[in-house]
T-cell receptor, first 114, second 112 residues
Framework: EAQVTQNPRYLITVTGKKLTVTCSQN?????MSWYRQDPGLGLRQIYY???????DKGDVPEGYKVSRKEKRNFPLILESPSPNQTSLYFC?????????????FGPGTRLTVL | GDSVTQMEGPVTLSEEAFLTINCTYT??????LFWYVQYPGEGLQLLLK?????DKGSNKGFEATYRKETTSFHLEKGSVQVSDSAVYFC???????????FGSGTKLNVKP
């Protein structure tokens, strides 16, 4: 089944404890992206990647890191999480970086930082 | 800057009522426009899209027309069902910039 998977689905952590949220897609997509969803703000793009070893900042990259060493994986790293990073996170992928491409979303990761 | 504005919810309708969810955008170039839907506890999935002015996207009885003159992409459905209850997001992407902008989402509740 073609899909985007994220792990973990739920995570409660404490301020300053480094964490990684994994994202993997099995559709051989070139483009991958991370978003955070907050009430009243919709989805905001954190980072995106157009292909292996090519990443760039979205609108809200502060406090996050990403890497794209393999085409299928695009982990999101929070090196020193803070409470304002409590949010619902979505990974998405699309076949190319074309502006009309459909994005396919993972099921989401709900992160709470205490 | 580039952005998407959509009407605030929640929108509550009775089954078989007509639905309109307004969406307007600001963009420096010629965007593609999308409507995504999020069912409870799930990720977003594409509902429909339009890539140039005057295009109409349609799917599952939903429609939206890309209006360049009014910078709008309003979502409509003639007769909603309880199963349409979800959060709807309007979004745009710009040629060459590889970024996506989403509206704040509109929650739709359909009552039997």
């Amino acid at each position: 089944e073609a899909q985007v998977t994220q792990n973990p689905r739920y995570l409660i952590t404490v301020t300053g404890k480094k964490l990684t949220v994994t994202c993997s897609q099995n559709m051989n997509h070139e483009y991958m992206s991370w978003y955070r969803q907050d009430p009243g703000l919709g989805l905001r793009q954190i980072y995106y990647s157009m292909n292996v070893e090519v990443t760039d900042k979205g609108d809200v990259p502060e406090g996050y890191k990403v890497s794209r060493k393999e085409k299928r994986n695009f982990p999101l790293i929070l090196e020193s999480p803070s409470p304002n990073q409590t949010s619902l996170y979505f990974c998405a992928s699309s076949p190319t970086s074309g502006r009309s491409d459909t994005q396919y979303f993972g099921p989401g990761t709900r992160l709470t930082v205490l | 800057g580039d952005s998407v504005t959509q009407m605030e919810g929640p929108v509550t309708l009775s089954e078989e009522a007509f639905l309109t969810i307004n969406c307007t955008y600001t963009a420096t170039g010629y965007p593609s426009l999308f409507w995504y839907v999020q069912y409870p506890g799930e990720g977003l999935q594409l509902l429909l899209k339009a890539t140039k002015a005057d295009d109409k996207g349609s799917n599952k009885g939903f429609e939206a027309t890309y209006r360049k003159e009014t910078t709008s992409f309003h979502l409509e459905k003639g007769s909603v069902q309880v199963s349409d209850s979800a959060v709807y997001f309007c979004a745009l992407s710009l040629r060459g910039f590889n970024k996506f902008y989403f509206g704040s989402g509109t929650k739709l509740n359909v009552k039997p």
